[in-house]
């Protein structure tokens, strides 16, 4: 199916870089109706957040997009394909990571990485070989040391990144991540974080994410598109979507080993007249706009407050 005229941020997703393209997608479970209206495109090696309240129907948007679910109408291509009816081929192109799995117990990582992957080799073709080798793979996901260890014996952190290597062995063209940092320290986030950056910017990987973690979000996404109510409110950069809501700035500072916290509408004049005041005198200066969580709760409350 080609789609053409999406609209990204006010400018045109070129053709041969989109990956997904949703036009006025819905979906009604009986009188109800989830999605009323949903459309986006995403670009290769692009990362896409999909945030939005619990019941916004993020679920059903991304179980649509992977071919597991049929929508009432609308036009979805994603990779070229209706996922309606796209086949083994086109599968074998798409990488998920659920929250969980907790099949094959028995199995060891290594062991069940080479049997999974096994599957993708009828599939390599020019520029994408496939699957991942799994030595290759234990080492990106930091479970060389337990790759003889069986799943059942794996820590929460380590069943997680067994998870990610599940979904990416095939080496996907397109990868969907749900909530993929629950259970995740610190540190194995730090390096989940490397490895989406490495999945896109090496293999040209695209990713669509769902996350409640903001401040992933923030970190991990090119585009952020907030969901409620069954359609998008909102789609851009963080920053971008940071403009859109009015709100002061927080400027931060030091002097004379004091520190001094102001908020303005508008930094600019009140940073230029700081600085002709003390000059150098001024250290550690840094200007907060609205984080992405006050930016989110903004605009989800502006929008259901409109709906009531």
Known sequence: MALTGVLEGGTVVPTDERVIDVRDLRMRYGTKDVLTGVSFAARRGEVLALLGPNGAGKTTTIEILEGFRMRSSGEVSVLGVDPASAGEAWRARVGVVLQSWRDHGKWQVRELLGHLGAYYRRYAGPGRDR????????????????????????????????????????RPDL???DEPTVGFDPEARREFHDLVHRLTDVDDTTILLTTHDLDEAEKLADRILILANGTIIADGSADELSRRVAGESEIRWTREGQRFVHSAENPTPFLRELLVQYGDAVTDLEVRRNSLEDTYMRLVHDFEGGRK
Do not use: E
């Open 131 to 170: 699957p991942w080798p799994v030595d290759d793979l234990l080492d990106v996901v930091g479970l060389t040391a337990a790759a003889r260890t069986r799943v059942t014996r794996l820590s929460g952190g380590q069943r997680r990144r067994l998870d990610v290597a599940i979904g990416i062995v095939g």
């Open 175 to 177: 990868l969907f991540l």
